[in-house]
C-alpha cells in the first residue's frame, strides 16, 4: 500500500472577515448508472437521441403501467458500494418522492430514503504527494432521473424532453468531512476516477451523466470538533445547497462565493437560511433558488409497486470477485513494481485507459524510462491533438520504439522523430528506422573521425575545455550534430573524454 500521510483538515481563511471561520462541506455525487436500460424500464439511455424517442409508457406515467426493476442497475449499485468499502444492505426498499416539476410526469420520483441499497462506506481524497484525506460515505441509494425542460427554443413555451426519466442514479451522499474548496473538487475527482474504473458510471459531466450537489455551511473554531464528538449537527452553521454543479471549477468558485456571503451575514447580526441555491457562473455568484425542503415536505412513503429489494450475500460475493484493480491498489502496485515517483504514479492511474496503455508499452523495459516517454512524449501529443493516446500510437508501436532505444538502436532524440513519423503514416516503427536511415551510429571509429576533425578545427577550442571539463559538452554537442543526432551518445561522452584529457 502507498505510504500515506493522513492530515487533518486545516480551517479555510477567509480574507476579509471580522473573525476566523471554517467551512463544512458535504456532497451528493449523481451518478447516471451505465446500463443500457432504464432503472423500471426497457427503454434506452442512449445520450443523445430526438426528444421523447427513449421513453416507455412507464416512463411517460401512462394509467395501469407498473415498474420492474433493472437487475444490472442493482448490481452496479452494488459493484460501486464495493468499490466504496461500503456496507452493502442485502434488503433495501423503494419509497415515493412526492413533488410537482414539469418534467416529472408521474408527479413523484422513486427513491430510497428509509432502506438505501449501500450504507456507510469511505473514500481517500488525494491531497497531494504522500497526502490523503479520509471523507466517509453515509449512503448509496437508488433513484429515477428526472426528464429535461428546454425554455430556449421558443420566446412563448417551455418543451419537455422525457429521454432522461427515469434513467438509473445513484445519489453517494458524504458526511461533512470535505474542509476546503479544494478538497471538495479533489473529492469529486476521485469519486469519478472510481466509478469509471469499476465501469459503474462513465463519468461524463458535460452530458450530465455526473452532477454534484454542495451543501455549504460555516462555524467558528473548534465547533467542527464538537460535533465528530457527538454528531450533533447543532455544532455546525445552518447550511445551503449549492445544486446541479458539472465542473470542478465551478465547484470551487461556488464555495468560495458562498462561504463568503455566508459569513457577511453572520459577521452583520443576520442569520443565514436554509436553502437551495443555484451558482451562476457568469457573475460567478450563488442565488436563491427555493427554500431547502426537508424530508417532510417530500411526503415520503413506501412504493406500493414494488417490493422490498432482498438480494443474496452470495450474489454480492460473486460481485465482489468481479472487482477490477482500483485507483489506490494500481498507484501502488506502479510505484512498486516499476519503480516510478508518486506523481508520475497519479498521473498514469488518473484514467483506467492510460494505466492499461503504460503497462502495455512498458513489457519487459525500463518502467521509469516508459512513465517519462508515455507522460511527456505520447500523453502530450495526445490532449494537444484531443485524442486518447491509443488513437494516437498503439501500445505495441510505442512499445517496439522504446525496444530500439534500450537495444542502443536509436537515440531518445531519433525515437521523437520517429514517434512522429509514425503518428503521421501508421509505418511500423523498425521500417521507419530502416528507410530513413536512423539507426544509432554505435561504430566507435566512424565516431572517432567525425571528433578528430572538430578538434582539428577548433584548437582554441579544445585548450578552453582542457582548462574547464564543463565546455567538453560543446565537443559533445558538434559531434551529435555532424553524425545527423544518430551518434551514440554514450560513445560520443567516452571519446570526447579520452580526447581532452589525453
Not at 220 to 226: F, M, S, V
Not at 316 to 337: C, G, H, M, N, Y
Not at 398 to 404: P, T, V
Not at 475 to 486: L, R, W
Request: charge should be negative; charged fraction near 25%; hydrophobic fraction near 40%.
Amino acid at each position: 500500500m502507498l505510504d500515506l500521510t493522513y492530515e487533518t483538515p486545516k480551517p479555510k481563511v477567509i480574507a476579509g472577515a471580522k473573525h476566523d471561520w471554517e467551512l463544512v462541506i458535504g456532497m451528493e455525487v449523481h451518478a447516471q448508472v451505465s446500463s443500457n436500460a432504464k432503472l423500471f424500464s426497457g427503454a434506452s439511455t442512449a445520450f443523445g437521441a430526438e426528444p421523447n424517442s427513449n421513453v416507455a409508457f412507464v416512463d411517460s406515467a401512462m394509467p395501469g403501467m407498473l415498474p420492474v426493476i433493472n437487475e444490472y442497475c442493482v448490481e452496479q449499485a452494488v459493484r460501486t458500494g464495493l468499490g466504496l468499502n461500503a456496507e452493502i444492505h442485502l434488503k433495501s426498499a423503494f419509497d415515493r418522492k412526492n413533488y410537482f416539476y414539469p418534467d416529472l410526469p408521474q408527479g413523484y420520483q422513486i427513491s430510497q430514503l428509509y432502506e438505501p441499497i449501500v450504507g456507510e462506506g469511505e473514500i481517500l481524497v488525494d491531497m497531494g504527494p504522500g497526502v490523503a484525506r479520509l471523507v466517509r460515505v453515509e449512503r448509496i441509494h437508488l433513484e429515477q432521473d428526472a426528464g429535461k425542460s428546454v425554455h430556449d427554443m421558443d420566446p412563448n413555451m417551455s418543451f419537455v424532453d422525457l429521454n432522461r426519466t427515469g434513467v438509473a442514479l445513484m445519489e453517494i451522499v458524504s458526511r461533512p468531512d470535505i474542509r476546503g474548496p479544494e478538497e471538495a473538487a479533489a473529492y469529486v475527482t476521485k469519486m469519478r476516477q472510481i466509478l469509471r474504473y469499476l465501469g459503474t458510471c462513465d463519468g461524463n459531466m458535460q452530458n450530465g451523466n455526473l452532477r454534484a450537489d454542495v451543501n455549504v455551511s460555516i462555524c467558528r473554531p473548534g465547533q467542527y470538533e464538537k460535533y465528530m464528538e457527538t454528531q450533533d449537527f447543532s455544532h455546525l452553521g445552518t447550511r445551503c445547497e449549492i445544486k446541479n454543479m458539472n465542473s470542478m471549477r465551478f465547484i470551487q468558485a461556488a464555495i468560495e462565493y458562498e462561504a463568503r456571503r455566508q459569513i457577511a451575514i453572520v459577521e452583520a447580526g443576520g442569520t443565514v437560511d436554509q436553502e437551495t441555491r443555484l451558482y451562476d457562473p457568469d457573475k460567478n455568484e450563488t442565488r436563491s433558488m427555493r427554500s431547502k425542503e426537508e424530508a417532510h415536505d417530500y411526503r415520503y412513503f413506501p412504493d406500493p409497486d414494488l417490493l422490498p429489494l432482498e438480494i443474496e450475500q452470495g450474489w454480492v460475493d460473486d460481485i465482489a470477485k468481479t472487482l477490477p484493480e482500483l485507483p489506490d491498489q494500481k498507484k501502488s502496485r506502479f510505484i512498486k513494481d516499476y519503480g516510478v515517483t508518486e506523481y508520475d504514479a497519479s498521473v498514469l492511474t488518473a484514467e483506467v485507459d492510460l494505466a492499461d496503455y503504460f503497462e502495455a508499452s512498458v513489457g519487459k523495459g525500463d518502467g521509469k524510462k516508459t512513465a517519462n516517454w508515455v507522460i511527456n512524449e505520447v500523453l502530450g501529443r495526445a490532449n494537444k491533438a484531443e485524442v486518447r493516446p491509443q488513437e494516437l500510437v498503439a501500445p505495441e508501436a510505442n512499445a517496439a520504439i522504446l525496444a530500439m532505444v534500450a537495444s542502443d538502436e536509436i537515440s531518445t532524440k531519433i525515437a521523437k522523430d520517429v514517434l512522429e513519423i509514425h503518428i503521421e503514416t501508421k509505418d511500423d516503427p523498425a521500417k521507419i528506422v530502416e528507410e530513413k536511415g536512423l539507426k544509432q551510429v554505435t561504430d566507435t571509429g566512424a565516431i572517432e573521425a567525425a571528433l578528430d576533425e572538430i578538434i582539428a578545427a577548433n584548437p582554441a577550442q579544445v585548450e578552453k575545455a582542457k582548462q574547464n571539463p564543463k565546455l567538453a559538452g560543446w565537443f559533445v554537442g558538434q559531434v551529435m550534430k555532424a553524425t545527423g543526432g544518430k551518434a551514440n551518445p554514450k560513445a560520443v561522452n567516452q571519446l570526447v573524454a579520452q580526447k581532452l584529457n589525453g
